[in-house]
């Protein structure tokens, strides 16, 4: 069964700083990954995902993630903080199996953006 | 616009009550999900559906109980054997349950207090 770590359930950076969040993931087979935002009282939106082709994936609000297989690793970062940023983040990894399959969330990294 | 509706945003349940929250959805998506979310534990899959007429538990299903009587539909009830039932409860959906690497689209919570 697959699993997710996100190391670090919270981080804080300056405004304007680099933005990393951590992802490690486990699976017996090449996974379909994603990553998602929380705001407060809000449900998840996706922010971008990987599924198959370039390991570089970009996504909404300047974000983005790199599939490193030989790391099993899928580090969201944005170059530059903004104060909107402040937000859960959770990653997500499911098998390629059609049907009957799941996503299962890491426990989530809480972003505070420093003014 | 297609999306997922939970209602109420915000509810509140005297001990021994049972309560019921309402997911509904117009995505024509097959399957759906609930999760409960508690500070710092990131989400627990409370129970799941493939299709209409069946559904599975997840890791937390105790003192929970659901219906899939219609696509758009995936009503949670909460009862009063769950003990400690406040927490932010999220509705979630996908094309394909994970397998394809659609993800799932999230409603935007219902926050249930004990009174």
């Known amino acids: 069964a697959q699993s997710v770590t996100q190391l670090g359930s919270h981080v804080s950076v300056s405004e304007g700083a680099l933005v990393l969040l951590r992802c490690n993931y486990s699976?017996?087979?090449?996974?379909?990954l994603f990553w998602y935002v929380q705001y407060p009282n809000q449900g998840l939106q996706l922010l971008l995902k990987y599924t198959t082709g370039a390991t570089l994936v970009k996504g909404i609000n300047g974000f983005e993630a790199e599939f490193k297989k030989s790391e099993t690793s899928f580090h969201l970062t944005k170059p530059s903080a903004h104060m909107s940023d402040a937000a859960e983040y959770f990653c997500?990894?499911?098998?390629?199996?059609?049907?009957?399959?799941?996503?299962?969330f890491g426990t989530g990294t809480r972003l505070t953006i420093i003014p | 616009d297609g999306g997922i509706t939970q209602s109420p945003k915000y509810l509140f349940r005297k001990e021994g009550q049972n309560v019921t929250l309402s997911c509904e959805q117009n995505?024509?998506?097959?399957?759906m999900y609930w999760y409960r979310q508690d500070p710092g534990q990131g989400l627990r899959l409370i129970y799941y559906s493939q299709i209409v007429n069946d559904f599975q538990k997840g890791d937390i299903a105790e003192g929970y109980s659901v219906s899939r009587e219609k696509k758009e539909s995936f009503p949670l009830t909460v009862t009063s054997a769950q003990k400690n039932p406040t927490a932010f409860y999220l509705c979630a959906s996908s094309v394909d349950g994970g397998g394809l690497g659609y993800g799932y689209t999230f409603g935007s919570g219902t926050r249930l207090t004990v009174v």
């Open positions: 995505l024509n998506h097959d399957a």
């Open positions: 699976s017996s087979v090449p996974p379909y």
């Open positions: 997500a990894v499911s098998d390629r199996n059609f049907g009957n399959e799941k996503l299962t």
